[in-house]
C-alpha cells in the first residue's frame, strides 16, 4: 500500500467519523503507519495540526446544522464532541464570528467552511533530495526530558529549549541530539528529549533520564542552513515529497532524530540532520 493511498484512506475514515470519538492512532491505521508519525507527517504537510483540522471540519458541520434548522444547540454540541453549551459556544463563535444561538435564530447568518482535504496529484520540476540509509546498532542518550503535546509543540519545544541553557544545562547536556518518541498514550501527547550520547558507567546527573533506541534502519537527511528553517525546510521535503515517491522504504518505529553540529546555528553553513527509522517495504 503506498503512502498517497494510505492517506487517501486516513482522509476518508476522518470525514466518515467527525461525529464519532478519533483516536490518532485509528486514523494513522489507516495510513499504514504509527500514530506518532501521522501527526508529524499531517502537521509538515497540511500547516496545521490533526487536532485543528478534525476541529475546523465538526464546527463547519456544526454550523451547516445549525443553520438548516431543526436541532437544539445542545444536541449539536453533544453531537461533535462538546462537553457543555458554553464550551461549544466558544468554539463555535471563535471560529465562525458568530454565536451558535444567532446562527439558529437567522437562516441569513454568515458562516465559514472549511473544506475536507483532497490529496491531489500536481506534476512539478524535478528536485534533488539527498539521504543515506544507515543501518545503526542500538545506542543510548542522556538527557532532559519533557513531554509535549502536538497541538502546541512547535510554539512551546523553542522555549525548552531556551529554558535549558539559559538554566545552565547545557553544561551538563550540549545538546547534541533531540529525540522525540511516542508515549504511547491516547492524547497526542509525545516524549522529546534534548540529548547527548551516553556511555555505561558514566554518571546520570540528576533531573537527566537515559533512553535506548533499538538498532534500526535509518534514511539520513542532511540539513544546510540556519536553524530552525533549514532543519524544518528538509522536513516538510521527506514527507511531502521523498515519502511519497519511496518505493523501497516505509516509516518504522516510534521515533525520529534530529542530530546536531558543532557551530554557529544561524549561519548559513551550519549543518544538521534528520533521521528517520525506515525499514524495507
Known amino acids: 500500500m503506498d503512502w498517497v493511498t494510505g492517506m487517501q484512506n486516513a482522509l476518508r475514515y476522518i470525514e466518515d467519523n467527525l461525529a464519532e470519538e478519533l483516536d490518532c492512532r485509528e486514523i494513522a491505521k489507516r495510513a499504514y503507519v504509527s500514530g506518532f508519525h501521522f501527526q508529524r ?18 464546527l463547519t458541520l456544526a454550523g451547516a446544522e445549525l443553520l438548516a434548522g431543526g436541532l437544539r444547540v445542545i444536541d ?16 463555535f463563535t471563535r471560529f465562525h464570528g458568530i454565536t451558535p444561538s444567532a446562527v439558529q435564530k437567522n437562516k441569513g447568518a454568515r458562516i465559514k467552511a472549511f473544506t475536507p482535504l483532497q490529496i491531489q496529484f500536481t506534476l512539478e520540476g524535478g528536485s534533488m533530495m539527498e539521504f543515506k540509509i544507515m543501518e545503526k546498532d542500538a545506542f543510548t542518550v542522556m538527557g532532559f526530558q519533557r513531554e509535549f503535546n502536538c497541538e502546541s509543540s512547535y510554539a512551546e519545544i523553542p522555549g525548552f529549549w531556551r529554558e535549558h541553557f539559559e538554566g545552565g544545562g547545557g553544561k551538563l547536556v550540549f545538546g547534541m541530539f533531540c529525540i522525540c518518541y511516542d508515549e504511547n498514550k491516547d492524547d497526542g501527547s509525545f516524549g522529546y528529549m534534548i540529548a547527548d550520547s551516553w556511555d555505561p558507567g558514566r554518571e546520570i546527573p540528576e533531573g537527566c533520564v537515559t533512553k535506548t533506541l533499538p538498532a534500526a534502519t535509518w534514511a539520513v537527511f542532511p540539513c544546510r542552513g540556519a536553524m530552525p528553517k533549514a532543519l524544518q525546510d528538509v522536513n516538510t521535503r521527506i514527507w511531502n515529497e521523498w515519502l511519497p515517491n519511496c518505493r523501497e522504504y516505509e516509516p518504522a518505529g516510534n521515533c525520529n532524530v534530529e542530530m546536531y553540529s558543532d557551530g554557529d546555528t544561524g549561519s548559513d553553513a551550519y549543518y544538521s540532520e534528520i533521521w528517520v527509522p525506515v525499514r524495507k517495504v
Not at 507527517?41 to 465538526?58: D, K, P, Q, W
Not at 449539536?76 to 468554539?91: C, I, L, M, T
Request: glycine residues 8%; proline residues 3%; aromatic residues 18%.
Open 76 to 91: 449539536v454540541a453533544v453531537k461533535y464532541g462538546y462537553d457543555s453549551p458554553d464550551s461549544f459556544a466558544k468554539a
Open 41 to 58: 507527517v499531517f502537521s509538515a504537510l497540511c500547516g496545521y495540526t490533526l487536532g485543528e483540522y478534525i476541529r475546523n471540519r465538526r
